[in-house]
């Protein structure tokens, strides 16, 4: 039976690939297929329903239905036995249509005569794009293998319809890729921009669906797994020894690389009739059928590896790399699944914006794009799905909106918003020049932060003072080995002159909880952001600290040297640390290298425990910058990449706001300079508030100088003061609807 049955699927396939060859409309082409669907399953009808929009599906040809009703019959998804099959992606079967659950008669087609029904979804790697449908008028189930032979042919439709088989001319529907889409997202680096699709990781484009010669396909298939499986056995041989996570995420590829039941399925559809790459798509779509449904992350994952390893598969197939000849756009959005740090930097400052499927809000490529100041939305849902390279985009990353093929009524008013920004952008280069300067005559230094040497042509556009905070593990994020001295030191030589005369603050290496080293043993921590990180790995293993401190040192040579140790938790961390600072100066003069010509060792303050830190601490350090980031995080107990939390509890709240006061209190005692450099520092509202409570240095972003610096000359900061003590002493929680209301009756 299975054999005999080979034969039809492939019959089937082979004369509908005649029909793709034939040079004919898009709607002749459809009613082609149907026809010789009909004929070669034997049944009186086959349909072809495709979606129209989101929602609904059409009619779109048909041999036994009535024809009049082709583009006329239309159900919304979830409506009618083929609306459950688009809504849940699952075949019915049945002998008996108008007695099963959710039939919608529909008497323009006819189609009550009929009694057995086959729906299958014609889908493409997990999207769905419609249902096609055989009937007959004897009340039978059709068989498994018959089941097959449709899910097969709607493989194949879909891929034609991808290919645009059916628009155009005479176009049977009209094309998906052609209307416009919105998705919703997360901002991880706020902004806007207009521009058009840049696809990381362009489709694979199958042109061949159907093969005449499975021995041939299966040969192709083996060799392609051959190559797949070298592949991943190289990657698994230079991964890190100690990455214990990086190896068992490359064990799982392997395994599923050398699954026999992957391959059998794939050489069953290759017998049935389809080419090799076209087998592994089959199994790709039911891959993430799959993933759309289950909830386990651990399965998720292992499905998104399998989903990853098709993806190699396909390449080496199809021969498509991500080089697809196509021109990159002169305003490219880039969209992708995700994107490593080194890849994103590949791009350069080319990218107007950025827009991934996945992505966490401290990944490193977050991390880098916020150092570009590229506007960046991630968990945009099915959007490389959805986009096609070229295709017209925007991007609103301050509400997390994306447009796709926009309506010119959505291009209008976003060119309106893009107008304004760029007003404020002008009156922001008004004042560059001008101090921080409040109403009441307070000067606050507005420095910004920095990790790469592409940011320092900023320190100049942005009006900023200085360097307030260069986050040195960038340099260490980006690469795939541990940086060498010389090159640090010519790197941060090289940062110490761009910054012609302004200071910079260097960070020491921050690494551990969110930021991995790829090229350095895993420690598996049950709470990373609580555990073996920043100034902790420095002091346990000296060695990277050391080679740190003396670069730093030997590329300030005469200059004055700035260098702040993170997450300091209390004053004995930053004694041991100052003294490897003080033992590697010493080195480097007995070395007979040029000393610099200051040296100023602060801390960051991000812990709570380092504000009651004894006197002592406040008399040793040369400054202190308070880590607004980590320190409101520990403050209330709410992890910063954790979505569910870390807007739950606001910058403005009044014990907040009481802590941070208390730690510019004692600063102010003992005389100790204080600044301030998490994200809330670039936050308007928030600078205004800092500056109320007495902080008088801020490090941002370039891009928030302008707009810190505006609010800040408008505002008198004796005023806003007597605002916050008013709403704390009224037992205010937060103090930003009172401030929000003085403020705009004052701007
Ligand atoms: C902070 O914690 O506020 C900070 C500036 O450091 P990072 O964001 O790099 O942890
Ligand atoms: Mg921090």
Redesign the pocket.
Request: with cysteine; net charge negative.
């Given at each position: 039976m299975t054999e005999t049955f080979e034969t039809d699927s492939r019959q089937m396939l082979a004369r509908l690939r005649g029909v793709m060859a034939e040079d004919a409309a898009g709607q002749q082409r459809l009613d082609r297929i149907t026809e010789l669907i009909a004929e070669e399953m034997r049944t009186e009808v086959c349909s072809i329903y495709l979606f129209r929009d989101e929602e609904t599906l059409e009619l779109c040809a048909t041999e036994g239905l009535n024809r009049d009703a082709v583009h006329e019959t239309r159900m919304r998804l979830g409506e009618g036995l083929v609306g459950r099959v688009a809504r849940t992606g699952k075949v019915i079967n049945t002998a008996d249509a108008p007695g099963t659950r959710g039939f919608r008669y529909m008497p323009e087609t006819g189609e009550e005569a009929y009694c057995a029904f086959l729906g299958v979804p014609i889908q493409r790697l997990g999207e769905m794009l419609g249902v096609l449908v055989v009937q007959s008028r004897d009340a039978r189930v059709f068989s498994e293998d018959e089941i097959y032979a449709v899910e097969v042919v709607a493989m194949v439709i879909a891929e034609m319809a991808e290919l645009g088989a059916f628009v155009g001319e005479g176009a049977a529907m009209s094309a998906r890729h052609q209307q416009a889409v919105l998705f919703r997202g997360t901002c991880a680096q706020e902004g806007a921009a207009q521009g058009h699709v840049w696809l990381h990781e362009p489709r694979v484009v199958i042109a061949n669906p159907i093969a005449e010669d499975p021995q041939r396909e299966r040969e192709r298939l083996h060799a392609a797994i051959d190559e797949l499986r070298v592949g991943v056995d190289k990657m698994l041989d230079s991964a890190a020894t100690g990455d214990t996570e990086q190896r068992e995420v490359l064990q799982a590829y392997r395994m599923f690389a050398n699954s026999k039941g992957w391959l059998r399925r794939m050489e069953e559809d290759i017998g049935r009739g389809l080419s090799a790459e076209a087998a592994v798509e089959k199994e790709q779509s039911a891959t993430r059928t799959r993933m759309s449904q289950v909830t386990d992350t651990y399965l998720r994952d292992r499905l998104h590896d399998l989903d990853d390893l098709s993806n190699r598969l396909l390449r080496i197939l199809t021969g498509q790399g991500r080089e697809t000849g196509a021109e990159m756009p002169d305003d490219p959005i880039l969209i992708a699944r995700n994107i490593g740090p080194g890849e994103l930097l590949d791009y350069d400052r080319r990218l107007k914006a950025i827009v991934l499927e996945e992505g966490a809000v401290g990944s490193h490529a977050t991390i880098v794009a916020r150092a570009l100041a590229i506007p960046l939305i991630i968990h945009a849902d099915r959007i490389t799905t959805e986009a096609l390279n070229g295709d017209h985009i925007l991007v609103d990353a301050d509400h997390g909106v994306v447009h796709l093929r926009p309506d010119d009524s959505v291009v209008t008013a976003f060119r309106d918003k893009m107008a304004m920004q760029a007003q404020a952008q002008e009156r922001y280069a008004s004042i560059r020049d001008k101090p921080a300067e409040t109403r009441c005559g307070t000067r606050i230094a507005l420095t910004m932060n920095a990790g790469l040497m592409a940011d320092l042509p900023s320190l100049e556009s942005s009006g900023a003072e200085a360097v307030g905070?260069f986050?040195t593990e960038l340099q260490f994020l980006i690469r795939n080995h541990m940086p060498k001295r010389a090159e640090l030191s010519e790197l941060y030589a090289r940062v110490i002159d761009a910054a012609k005369g302004k200071k910079v603050v260097f960070r020491t290496l921050?690494i551990g909880s969110d930021k991995v080293l790829p090229y350095m043993k895993a420690v598996d921590e049950p709470n990373p952001a609580l555990g073996w990180r920043a100034v902790r790995v420095g002091l346990d293993k000296p060695g990277v600290m050391r080679m740190q401190l003396q670069a730093l040192v030997r590329a300030a040579a005469g200059r004055p040297l700035s260098v702040m140790f993170?997450f300091v938790a209390q004053r004995e961390e930053f004694s041991a640390a100052r003294a490897e600072m003080d033992k590697a100066l010493e080195r480097e003069r007995i070395l007979g290298h040029v000393l610099p010509e200051t040296v100023e060792v602060g801390a960051m303050l991000?812990t709570p425990s380092l504000a009651f830190a004894p006197d002592s601490f406040y008399d040793e350090v040369d400054f202190i910058s308070i880590?607004?980031?980590?320190?409101k995080q520990f403050f209330f107990a709410a992890d910063r990449e954790n979505e569910l939390v870390r807007r739950r509890y606001d910058t403005l709240n009044v014990s907040f706001l009481m802590f941070i006061e208390q730690i510019v209190n004692r600063c102010a005692d003992r005389g100790t300079p204080l600044s301030f450099?998490?994200e809330d520092a670039g936050r308007p509202i928030e600078a205004a508030c800092l500056a109320a409570i007495g902080i008088r240095a801020l490090s941002m972003r370039p891009a928030s100088i302008g707009p810190v610096k505006s609010i800040l000359r408008r505002t008198d900061l004796g005023e806003l003061r007597s605002v916050i003590d008013t709403a704390r002493a009224s037992g205010q929680q937060s103090v930003r609807p009172a401030v929000m209301d003085y403020l705009r009756g004052k701007l």
């Open positions: 905070l986050r921050d993170p991000e880590g607004g980031n980590d320190l450099c998490g």
